[in-house]
């Protein structure tokens, strides 16, 4: 049974740093088979939407436009891993981010559709 979950969320001041880190388990992995992934935010009543992803080789990636030049996605596929690096953050950037996973064939698929979520973590951007 696929398992995605999300750590490093927290609280942090405007202007400031944090980094999430998806971690799946339970497939054959990143070194043996292609599977993009994709982070994606809710903040409290808005719809979601995605913020960022890689393509299953990782050579395909995609980014909101507001977090260009500010989030950086990256993978580590040793360790099934796939991180989200966010810098000079901002209160809008406020809400339950999400990552999710799917099987890739073509290793080239970087989008929206997924189907293996995981429960979210929280980012809250306040002084």
């Known amino acids: 049974q696929l398992q995605v979950v999300e750590f490093g969320g927290g609280l942090v001041q405007p202007g400031g740093s944090l980094r999430l880190s998806c971690a799946i388990s339970?497939?054959?992995?990143?070194?043996?088979?292609?599977?993009?992934v994709g982070w994606l935010r809710q903040a409290p009543g808005k719809e979601r939407e995605g913020v960022s992803c890689t393509s299953g080789t990782g050579i395909t990636t995609l980014y909101k436009e507001s977090v260009k030049g500010r989030f950086t996605i990256s993978r580590d596929n040793a360790k099934n891993t796939v991180y989200l690096q966010m810098n000079s953050l901002k209160p809008e950037d406020t809400a339950v981010y999400y990552c999710a996973t799917t099987r890739d064939y073509s290793g080239s698929y970087c989008g929206w559709e997924y189907d293996w979520w995981g429960q979210g973590t929280q980012v809250t951007v306040s002084s």
């Open positions: 339970g497939f054959s992995g990143f070194t043996d088979d292609y599977y993009a």
